[in-house]
């Protein structure tokens, strides 16, 4: 079998963009810099977006490329033995796609709600049997729809035009946010660095750098996965400054909308969790056609999710068509099928299954952990080691530079940082972490 590919580097770019941006951004980025310091975390963020996120994104985009194959089989072939290493990214996508799609179909629930005009009340919703969980499978049967059409064909198609939508989405509601009465404070409080107490630096620090891993999508093999698509005359290095760009952009902006309209409204800004789906339905209920503007929000919301959760799915799915050459509708139906049951408990022990604890925490929780606080930083390290000690130093820069053709400023500081740099923070971080 013929492997697919992008039609073009920009759709690359806007299926990338789409894996990124999602809920990370529009959800966690806000009340994240809400509840941290405001500006201190926004400019942490930063700092280890541009010295660890870019780079990985190249690591992981030109092992992909380099290779043509999915995590397990890319670190393989580089290296026998080290299949594992995409095995724990593979397995990280899974767990993730397992309680990602219980968030995303909450927000598909919110959309047909501001759509026909009846909120639900957030905890009477999630805490029920049946809504959240058909919601939840209608979310991965989506994601699963759109898998099944390809990479050109779904993957790209949907992406290239679900990504402009959400941006225009998102300036019109920014706009309308920022024009609120009292919405500046809300702009001060995220970009205004502020710090009580310098005990708090390192839970900051650790909480930025989970973020950036987090929302760029590395750890999980999914830009290695997507990369394996690539043509060889795209341009890695300018692929990886342009979507951290845009990833960051979207980040900004919906702490930006949020924030204004959370203090516009004189609400509490560490709603934490809450923020999107208890705080936010307070102020559409206030807002003149509030309606409408929860429906939108939610429509950007819901494309936010979707296209990261297709690039969850494709992670599993290139896996699996590689190793036992199976279909990809195949390989898209057994882990959508293990996604709908394992999903389902973890939308159930916001109810029924409450008591269920497993290593002390109710089965959504204990996922969300099990991929932040372990999978995702064992596989990022693990890719740093790689990039850095096992892959040819002279071949990584052949790959990342297209056989010499274009230009590569920042050699020596990518070097730096995946030999010595990212992986003794990542190991500070999950040191620190347990
Ligand atoms: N980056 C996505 C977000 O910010 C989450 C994600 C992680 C998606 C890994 C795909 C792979 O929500």
């Known amino acids: 079998?013929?492997?697919?590919?992008?039609?073009?580097?920009?759709?690359?770019?806007?299926?990338?963009?789409?894996?990124?941006?999602?809920?990370?951004?529009?959800?966690?980025?806000?009340?994240?810099?809400?509840?941290?310091?405001?500006?201190?975390?926004?400019?942490?963020?930063?700092?280890?977006?541009?010295?660890?996120?870019?780079?990985?994104?190249?690591?992981?985009?030109?092992?992909?490329?380099?290779?043509?194959?999915?995590?397990?089989g890319a670190y393989e072939s580089v290296k026998k033995g080290f299949g594992f290493v995409g095995g724990i990214g593979v397995f990280c996508a899974f767990v993730v796609l397992c309680f990602y799609s219980v968030v995303g179909g909450w927000v598909l629930k919110y959309l047909f709600s501001y759509t026909a005009g009846n909120i639900p009340d957030f905890d009477v919703f999630?805490?029920?049997?049946?809504?959240?969980?058909?919601?939840?499978?209608?979310?991965?049967?989506?994601?699963?729809?759109?898998?099944?059409?390809?990479?050109?064909?779904?993957?790209?198609?949907?992406?290239?035009?679900?990504?402009?939508?959400?941006?225009?989405?998102l300036i019109i509601l920014t706009v309308y946010a920022?024009?609120?009465?009292?919405?500046?404070?809300?702009?001060?409080?995220?970009?205004?660095?502020?710090?009580?107490?310098?005990?708090?630096?390192?839970?900051?620090?650790?909480?930025?750098?989970?973020q950036v891993f987090f929302s760029l999508s590395l750890?999980?093999?999914?830009?290695?996965?997507?990369?394996?698509?690539?043509?060889?005359?795209?341009?890695?290095?300018?692929?990886?400054?342009?979507?951290?760009?845009?990833?960051?952009?979207?980040?900004l902006l919906s702490g930006i909308l949020i924030l204004s309209a959370v203090f516009a409204f004189d609400l509490e800004p560490q709603g934490g969790e809450g923020l999107l789906f208890r705080t936010m339905p307070v102020i559409f209920s206030q807002l003149p056609f509030g309606n409408f503007w929860g429906a939108l929000f939610f429509i950007m919301v819901f494309f936010a999710a979707i296209t990261s959760s297709i690039s969850l799915l494709e992670v599993v799915v290139a896996f699996l068509m590689d190793t036992f050459k199976i279909k990809r509708l195949y390989a898209a139906l057994i882990p959508t099928i293990l996604v709908f049951i394992?999903?389902?408990?973890?939308?159930?022990?916001?109810?029924?299954?409450?008591?269920?604890?497993?290593?002390?925490?109710?089965?959504?929780?204990?996922?969300?952990?099990?991929?932040?606080?372990?999978?995702?930083?064992?596989?990022?390290?693990?890719?740093?080691i790689f990039t850095g000690y096992i892959w040819k130093r002279r071949?990584?820069?052949?790959?990342?530079?297209?056989?010499?053709?274009?230009?590569?400023?920042?050699?020596?500081?990518?070097?730096f940082i995946v030999r010595y740099a990212a992986p003794l923070i990542i190991l500070i971080v999950f040191v620190s972490s347990l």
């Open 178 to 210: 920022v024009s609120l009465p009292g919405a500046w404070e809300g702009i001060r409080f995220l970009l205004i660095p502020r710090i009580e107490n310098i005990a708090e630096l390192p839970v900051i620090c650790i909480t930025a750098m989970g």
């Open 395 to 415: 071949i990584v820069y052949k790959e990342i530079t297209n056989g010499g053709r274009i230009p590569f400023r920042f050699e020596k500081f990518f070097f």
């Open 1 to 72: 079998m013929k492997r697919e590919n992008w039609n073009s580097n920009t759709g690359f770019i806007m299926a990338a963009a789409g894996a990124a941006v999602g809920l990370g951004n529009l959800w966690k980025f806000p009340y994240l810099a809400g509840k941290m310091g405001g500006g201190v975390f926004v400019l942490i963020y930063l700092a280890f977006l541009i010295l660890f996120g870019a780079p990985l994104l190249l690591s992981e985009m030109a092992l992909g490329r380099h290779t043509g194959k999915n995590p397990v």
């Open 126 to 169: 999630s805490s029920s049997a049946l809504d959240p969980v058909l919601y939840h499978i209608l979310f991965s049967f989506l994601t699963f729809m759109i898998v099944i059409k390809g990479i050109s064909g779904g993957i790209e198609k949907m992406s290239k035009w679900i990504l402009p939508a959400l941006f225009v989405i």
């Open 342 to 384: 394992i999903g389902t408990f973890a939308s159930l022990s916001f109810g029924v299954l409450g008591d269920i604890l497993i290593a002390g925490h109710p089965i959504f929780t204990f996922l969300t952990i099990l991929a932040d606080n372990y999978l995702m930083p064992a596989s990022a390290f693990l890719l740093c």
């Open 219 to 251: 750890g999980m093999g999914a830009i290695i996965t997507y990369g394996s698509y690539l043509d060889r005359s795209s341009r890695l290095p300018f692929n990886a400054v342009v979507i951290p760009a845009l990833d960051t952009i979207v980040a």
